[in-house]
């Protein structure tokens, strides 16, 4: 099984700057696919910023040229600079991977999510 922690949520104002992690652990494999999304109060999850093994991203038009996506693969962890906040950036977060584990199962993990709040 692959277990996520996600970190680095809380309140910022906008403007502000926050950086979220994802710590990866369990019977991993591989990571292939890292990827960060988000869901704001009745609206649906959408995908933010996602990256590949080989070091790709894609991000959503609504966050490029402020939010970063990057990995470290000998850490099993992902991290999702966030600057230039603004109010509709408020949401939980949510960090997922497509990993493979040692016993030969490919799947989707998702962390629990972490909330930024972004309001003065």
């Known amino acids: 099984q692959v277990q996520l922690v996600e970190s680095g949520g809380g309140l910022v104002q906008p403007g502000g700057s926050l950086r979220l992690s994802c710590a990866a652990s369990g019977s991993i494999s591989s990571i292939y696919v890292m990827g960060w999304s988000r869901q704001a109060p009745g609206k649906q999850r959408e995908l933010v910023a996602s990256i590949i093994n080989g070091g790709s991203t894609n991000s959503a038009d609504s966050v490029k040229g402020r939010f970063t996506i990057s990995r470290d693969n000998a850490k099993n962890t992902g991290y999702l600079q966030m600057n230039s906040l603004k109010p509709e950036d408020t949401a939980v977060y949510y960090c997922?991977?497509?990993?493979?584990?040692?016993?030969?199962?490919?799947?989707?993990?998702w962390g629990q999510g972490t909330q930024v709040t972004v309001s003065s």
């Open positions: 997922n991977v497509e990993a493979l584990t040692h016993s030969g199962i490919y799947g989707n993990y």
